[in-house]
């Protein structure tokens, strides 16, 4: 079993920048694909962004935020970020972590295994 805590979220103007983190206690972290996610009020969770457990060879990301967002895992510290560049008001959300046991790392909330409490990321124009 994975604890998954979010930080790192805030008020930033259109065109700026944060970065989020997410710190995993349990063991064998880099057994598990991880992911960011994100709802806004009045709308349906949607993806943001994946990587592949292990080394994390492999990522993957939402078109909205294809060259803006980058998903990154430190294995050493039980850690993935998500450094997010030119926000956009539409940006503004609660963003999850989630981890999936063995996964691919999808796409799908439904995949994953355990899930973040959020942290809000409001983007003002």
């Known amino acids: 079993q994975v604890q998954l805590v979010e930080s790192g979220g805030g008020l930033v103007q259109a065109g700026g920048s944060l970065r989020l983190s997410c710190a995993a206690s349990g063991r064998s972290f880099d057994n598990y694909a991880m992911g960011w996610f994100r709802q806004a009020p009045g709308k349906e969770r949607e993806f943001v962004a994946a990587v592949t457990l292990r080394t994390g060879s492999s990522k993957h990301y939402a078109d909205s935020v294809k060259g803006r967002f980058t998903i990154s895992r430190d294995n050493t510290k039980n850690s993935v970020h998500l450094q997010m560049n030119s926000l956009k008001p539409d940006d503004t959300a609660i963003y999850y972590c989630?981890?999936?046991?063995w996964g691919p790392g999808t796409a799908l909330p439904e995949d994953y295994d355990y899930w973040g409490q959020g942290t809000q990321v409001t983007v003002s124009s």
């Open positions: 989630a981890a999936d046991l």
